[in-house]
């Protein structure tokens, strides 16, 4: 039987992280996205004044063997690049099988689905109190579109795994970006054609 420390872990809400179980901690600045925003000079331009913090995942040390859960908790800073609202770099499991739960603890923002297969998006609420199903199969990529840190914890099978965009496949079908004060999702080809050169981009 395991010791009751390695089943037990704290939310620390001021720090964003965990307490207890905490397990590696991920750090990503706007150098780690590179590629990912459409606005290529507003990429530049920021990461040339600095290069800012834009997420850390503080992953939980439970148990990982077959059948395991864990958990790993995102926090999203605010932001934009450009039009487009600060993401992370969004992911399929290497389990493609494997679903994740999502609990949302404070922000505003949405959670950006792309089925692997049919390349279908979703575009889901992500707010405080709400609970989000990231079904097997599909790329998520959580966006923060408020004025303040987008934090979540986030639930999968241990053995989940992260597999990244490839060459071959390097971004989300569809874009977040800010139209009017207010988030819209859009195509990227359509924001990259018609959309961002209207704006002087
Ligand atoms: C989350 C994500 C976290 C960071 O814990 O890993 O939001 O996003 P990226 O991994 O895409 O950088 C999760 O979905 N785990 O499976
Ligand atoms: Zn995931």
Redesign the pocket.
Known sequence: MYDPSQLVSYLDMAAADLLGTAGSL?V?RLSDLNGLFEDIDAYNKALSRENSLV?T?R?AAFPSDEGDLT????K?MPGQIGDEYYF????L?QWRE?A?I?LVLSGEGFMLLEDEKSGESRLLPFQRNGLVY?PGHAA???INTGDSPLV?L?I?PAR???D?FTDDHKNFLKVVVEVSDKPVLMDREDYHRFYSPLKGH
């Open positions: 991920t990503r997420y995942v992953e958990c790993a908790l995102g999203l992370t770099k969004g992911h499991h494997a994740e999502y990231v998520h990529r959580t979540y986030g999968t989940a795994g992260h990244y």
